[in-house]
């Protein structure tokens, strides 16, 4: 088991930039796929990215490919997410879950979760 906390959210000016962080709790973080996922009022719950367990291969909506970058840091049981060139259609909770079979588009896929880190983008 896994247990997820987020951190980074805040507000921003269309264009800005915000750098999300997700800390796992466990000796067991290289085990997982990690994934950030949005959340905004009165949508449903939509992939933004994901990385492997190693880090090497990486995963991007089409709506933040080119802006967004996923990282991690396993030694920190660590997940990132650079957010660049911000737009008003980003603002949302942003939520970082784990996956130990692999990652998905599929929000129900995921089997932990944190609370959330709210973005704010102001234009």
């Known amino acids: 088991q896994v247990q997820l906390v987020e951190s980074g959210g805040g507000l921003v000016q269309t264009g800005g930039s915000l750098r999300l962080s997700c800390a796992a709790s466990?000796?067991?973080?290289?085990?997982?796929?990690m994934a950030w996922l949005r959340q905004a009022p009165g949508k449903e719950r939509e992939f933004v990215a994901a990385?492997?367990?190693?880090?090497?291969?990486?995963y991007y909506a089409d709506s933040v490919k080119g802006r967004f970058t996923i990282s991690r840091d396993n030694a920190k049981n660590t997940v990132f997410l650079q957010m660049n060139s911000l737009k008003p259609d980003d603002p949302a909770l942003y939520y970082c879950?784990?996956?130990?079979?692999?990652?998905?588009?599929?929000?129900?896929?995921?089997?932990?979760w944190g609370q959330g880190t709210q973005v704010t983008v102001s234009s």
């Open positions: 879950a784990a996956d130990n079979l692999g990652y998905s588009f599929a929000p129900s896929a995921y089997d932990y």
């Open positions: 466990g000796r067991t973080f290289s085990r997982y796929y």
């Open positions: 990385i492997s367990k190693s880090g090497s291969s990486t």
